[in-house]
């Protein structure tokens, strides 16, 4: 069973900066992209950005220039660089891979999240 596990979350100032990772545990393969989301109080669910296995990358439109997502194939791990923190980054922030197996096809998995707190 794959399983997605997030770090990196905390209490931090205004200004300041976080790096998230989120790591998959058991047999997945050739996964085809990887995400992060982040939900805020009383709001939706968003896309932060998205990597995809060739490399690739989108972000929101509201969010490029702070947030920098990248990925360490060998491990299975996805990181999200967030610089010049601002309260209304609070946020739970979800990772999210797509990944096909045979026969399934393409798949996805959500980590549990990891709760970002700005303070002013």
């Known amino acids: 069973q794959v399983q997605l596990v997030e770090s990196g979350g905390g209490l931090v100032q205004a200004g300041g900066s976080l790096r998230l990772s989120c790591a998959a545990s058991g047999s997945i393969f050739s996964i085809t992209a990887m995400g992060w989301y982040r939900q805020a109080p009383g709001k939706r669910r968003e896309l932060v950005a998205t990597i995809t296995s060739g490399g690739s990358t989108n972000y929101a439109d509201s969010l490029k220039g702070r947030f920098t997502i990248s990925r360490d194939n060998a491990k299975n791990t996805v990181y999200l660089q967030i610089n010049s923190l601002k309260p209304e980054d609070t946020a739970v922030y979800y990772c999210?891979?797509?990944?096909?197996?045979?026969?399934?096809?393409?798949?996805?998995?959500w980590g549990q999240g990891t709760l970002v707190t700005v303070s002013s």
């Open positions: 999210r891979f797509t990944y096909v197996r045979p026969i399934a096809g393409e798949l996805e998995v």
